[in-house]
């Protein structure tokens, strides 16, 4: 942090005052490019955000080429990509091709993206409100990082979001700050571009005052960037006082209007308002109408000595806002224009405008066109910007082992959930690296996830050792609630939205710090809905982790309808980068998450295994939805083939024969119903056939993935599930059943084009014990019979009592 800071001469500053013109050309015409110039295909508009940009345009030079060292790390307010991209072009980062082909395929991206741009990006950002939450707790993973003695001989590094106005709207950034607060957060710069407009309208008047409160209650040094120079310099004029206060004063929609309306109509307004006041006027009046729009829309943020100064004072690690004011459009001809958010500039204001700025036609994307200090200079002062120093950006970590098994003692009855917490408390004893690795968080439900085991031995992550007051006061308790900074366990506060953010932070901690972390989280199944742009959000900048959710489905059964969850199978099968499995017994979890600790942790290439066509090597994170019913487990040892079998997706429980009409395929929960279903009907019928089923995910993808290598001409392309079922006769119906949506696994009948009966559950809010509920909803024993009989009717069945359904 306290790396000293280079001094700024009167040249650089000029510099960079001709880097911040070359910054705004590029990042508009990048955009006049892709919608003017590019071939349009298919008619729709490309869009990209000139006016948004240029707002952010002064605030963007003063950081990349002055204050950021090479380990501040920066989400960009995702609508200002391109000007991020033309500073990594500056820089030599990014390639006029890229540039070239914004927002086309494999170009530059919409919104500045970890996985997809190649410049570096540090965070992703698109969803507005996410990437800014993920600095506060990428911040937080330093701090993690660094206290369990890692990463010590790198620099700590400042984690910096650039905030829209309106994105401040977005709640999760004050899920954030709550949590910031309560975890010591240090080192977290937001700066606010403070436009005072949305994307449809001009923001309510004071809000700046607002944040301010708000954030000097959450612990922030907040400063307030308003006047430039210019500005300023004025001030101190005679008269100057009255303009500030008119300045000051000014409603945000009117300020707006006369930046959109330039000179003249400022003069008027100023002499409307407040020229009767002797020195004023002759300050207003001293200037050209040019002269006047100039020194009305310079703004803090706007104005490069006023920036840098606010930043370069900054010598602590308090987390600071800096709220600078600026004006959306900038420089641009609808500066100020309430509906200027998807404005563009016309061909013929773009011509004004590269004039403007000495561009010759055709030489638009060179990188000194029309600038007046010597390339040579230009060259050697980008060489020696801070930021640049220090190779690339993407830090790696060397993968940790993982034990070919994981100890579990297993019970004769047992749920998922207690199998976890089990897994995990083995795993507290063991003097394993892997183990020391593992960060766990939850929140506020670490408990009821049965983490505590865990926790227990492990610890609770805090800056500052706090004791267990309870224990101290030799009060019982099952739990130790002890902090220091080397325990294991993050506990948030019940924002669920934390949680995932907090996942993706520790999830990138090995390219971020460079220190390699294995994030588990819990919670509840039905509130990852809660959580879900922030899960996806996570996945897209690939961070990984495990996330556990339990307990799930009906089977919570009396813990109420309210928390059951219906859709989340179809969201793991859905979400990309996330493997989804729902085990139903202990000694498949203990496989499960061996292979989830490795698969966290892959980043190899992208070829697909021949066995299951899933990319296994390229890893990514993993969701493991869990119970709190306690099944009788089968006492059997795992083979290779059966481990195997278990994290590819599915294995028979009972092989079906050749005169095999049914075949029952469940997953998680209902394995007891499943299992009493074909005992059953094995009683009248020949040949039943069970598949557990432990990822619809996997065996999904399998399939697809095999289909389309077949597309490709590898004809002897098999998925995992089309060896399963590849004996089982063309006749026989299938009966799929979960507690989830019954879509989970209907695709099934489509492998071999089987009939299929797919039951599952498409209401919820009953309680009730799991029996009344699995007969309400239609997942039983006697559903799953009733619906064999349906897709394959065969001897009228003694065991039958008519199917409820529910509404
Ligand atoms: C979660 C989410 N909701 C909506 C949007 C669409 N959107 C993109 S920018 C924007 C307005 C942002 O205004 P502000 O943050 O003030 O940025 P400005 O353009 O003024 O710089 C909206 C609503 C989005 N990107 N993400
Ligand atoms: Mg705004």
Redesign the pocket.
């Known amino acids: 942090m306290t790396d000293a800071r280079k001094s700024l001469s009167a040249e650089d500053l000029r510099i960079l005052g001709e880097l911040e013109r070359k910054v705004l050309w590029l990042a508009s015409w990048m955009i006049h490019n892709a919608n003017h110039l590019r071939e349009n295909t298919d008619g729709l508009k490309v869009g990209g ?1 000139q ?2 940009s240029a ?1 952010m345009a002064t605030i963007l030079t003063a950081l990349y080429f002055h204050v950021l060292r090479p380990q501040d790390r920066v989400a960009v ?3 200002a990509s391109p000007v991020y991209h033309a500073i990594q072009y500056l820089l030599g980062r990014q390639t006029r091709e890229m540039l070239e082909n914004f927002r086309a395929y494999k170009g530059a991206q919409s919104y500045p993206s970890r996985t997809k741009d190649a410049d570096d990006v540090d965070f992703s950002t ?4 996410l990437g800014v939450a993920q600095t506060l707790f990428s911040s937080l993973v330093q701090d993690y990082v660094r206290a369990h003695g890692w990463g010590t001989d790198r620099r700590e590094g400042r984690m910096i979001a650039l905030v ?4 401040l709207d ?1 709640g999760n950034i004050f899920e954030a700050l709550l949590e910031g607060w309560k975890q010591g957060l240090r080192n977290c710069w937001w700066i606010v ?1 403070y ?1 005072r ?3 449809d309208a001009v923001v309510r008047e004071g809000l700046w005052e607002r944040y301010e409160q708000l954030f000097r209650n959450f612990g922030w040094n907040v400063v307030i960037v308003k006047y430039g120079s210019l500005q300023q310099a004025a001030f101190r004029e005679p008269g100057g006082e009255a303009l500030r206060r008119w300045i000051d004063a000014c409603p945000n929609q009117l300020y707006s209007a006369l930046v959109f309306q330039g000179g003249a109509a400022w003069r008027k307004h100023l002499l409307d308002d407040i020229g009767d006041q002797g020195d004023v006027t002759r300050l207003i009046e001293s200037r050209s109408d040019d002269e006047l729009a100039q020194l009305m829309n310079n703004l803090g943020g706007h104005d490069l000595p006023a920036l840098i100064e606010a930043f370069d004072k900054v010598d602590h690690d308090k987390p600071t806002c800096f709220i600078c004011y600026t004006v ?1 459009g900038f420089g641009l001809p609808f500066a100020g224009h309430k509906d200027n ?1 998807a404005g563009l500039m016309t061909p013929s204001q773009m011509d004004s405008f590269r004039m403007a700025m000495t561009i010759r036609a055709g030489h638009e994307w060179e990188p000194f066109e029309g600038l007046t200090t010597p390339q040579r200079k230009l060259e050697s002062f980008l060489k020696n910007v801070p930021f640049a120093q220090g190779g690339t950006r993407r830090l790696t970590a060397p993968q940790i082992d993982v034990p070919l098994q994981l100890k579990v003692t297993v019970a004769p009855n047992m749920s998922t959930q207690t199998g976890f917490g089990a897994l995990l408390n083995e795993l507290a004893r063991e003097q394993l690296p892997l183990a020391d690795r593992i960060v766990t968080t939850s929140p506020d439900v670490t408990v009821s996830t049965n983490l505590g085991p865990w926790v227990n031995r492990r610890g609770l992550f805090a800056h500052e050792r706090t004791p267990d007051t309870f224990r101290n006061e030799r009060i019982p308790s099952t739990f130790n609630w002890e902090f220091s900074p080397k325990g294991q366990h993050i506990e948030l506060g019940i924002a669920e939205m934390n949680l995932f953010i907090l996942l993706s932070a520790l999830g990138l901690s090995h390219s971020i710090h460079g220190e390699r972390l294995i994030p588990i989280g819990t919670l509840y199944d039905p509130f990852i809905a809660r959580g879900l742009d922030a899960l996806n959000y996570a996945c897209y900048q690939d961070a990984r982790f495990i996330v556990a959710a339990t307990p799930s489905g009906i089977t919570l059964a009396p813990e109420g309808g309210a928390h059951q969850s219906i859709a989340q199978p179809l969201i793991g099968m859905a979400q990309d980068g996330l493997a989804a499995f729902e085990p139903a017994f202990v000694d498949e979890l203990a496989e499960i998450l061996r292979f989830s600790l490795d698969y966290i942790q892959k980043s190899g290439n992208g070829t697909a295994s021949e066995r299951n066509w899933l990319r296994d090597e390229t890893g990514g994170s993993v969701y493991l939805r869990l119970s709190t019913r306690p099944i009788e487990q089968i006492r059997r040892s795992v083979t290779p083939e059966l481990r195997q079998q278990i994290i590819d997706g599915a294995y028979w429980l009972r092989r079906p024969g050749p005169n095999c009409q049914v075949v029952v395929a469940y997953t998680g929960a209902v394995a007891p119903e499943a299992i009493q279903a074909v005992g059953l009907m094995a009683e009248d019928r020949r040949d039943v056939g069970l598949l557990a089923i432990t990822s619809a995910d996997r065996l999904n993808a399998g399939w697809t993935a095999a289909q389309r290598a077949r597309d490709r001409g590898l004809v002897h392309a098999r998925s995992h599930i089309e060896r399963l079922l590849v004996g089982v006769p063309g006749n026989c119906g299938i009966v799929t059943v979960l507690d989830g949506h019954p879509a989970t696994l209907s695709w099934i009948g489509a492998v071999y084009g089987h009939r299929v009966r797919s039951l599952g559950v498409e209401h919820f809010g009953q309680t009730g014990s799991i029996p009344d509920l699995y007969r309400h909803y239609g997942i039983d024993t006697n559903a799953i019979i009733a619906a064999a009989q349906q897709v394959a009717p065969g001897a009228p069945m003694r065991h039958l009592r008519p199917v409820r359904t529910a509404v």
């Open positions: 955000h006016a948004s707002s307010k995702p609508h698109g969803s507005v409100g829209g106005d309106a994105e977005e571009d436009n407009q949305s994307l959306k958010h």
